[in-house]
Nanobody, 122 residues
């Protein structure tokens, strides 16, 4: 059973940066397509980014395009989300997810982390 643990969340002022990490255990990261999602209170879970197994393909949600970068280091079983130019509307719990399909649909991912809180102040 694959397990995912996110870290790197915190409190930051608007315009600042954070880097989230997601460590995968119980299986080999290179077996999975990986995604990042976020959910703010009272809102639907929102797609942030996904990355293919070899990093050859990445894709971003419109609200983060040009500001966030997803990457992975399979040798370290870790996926990253570099977040720059943060805005108050980026405030949410951020989740990483592992799946066998490259998709922006959260229901298609099989395994999830517990999430890490990101709070951006104005």
């Amino acid at each position: 059973q694959v397990q995912l643990v996110e870290s790197g969340g915190g409190f930051v002022q608007a315009g600042g940066s954070l880097r989230l990490s997601c460590v995968v255990s119980g299986s080999t990261l290179s077996n999975y397509r990986m995604g990042w999602f976020r959910q703010a209170p009272g809102k639907e879970r929102e797609f942030v980014a996904f990355i293919s197994r070899t990093s050859a393909r990445t894709y971003y949600g419109d609200s983060v395009k040009g500001r966030f970068t997803i990457s992975r280091t399979n040798a370290k079983n870790t996926v990253y989300l570099q977040m720059n130019s943060l805005k108050p509307e980026d405030t949410a719990v951020y989740y990483c997810a592992a799946g066998t399909v490259l998709t922006s649909e959260w229901r298609d991912y099989d395994s999830w982390g517990q999430g890490t809180q990101v709070t951006v102040s104005a």
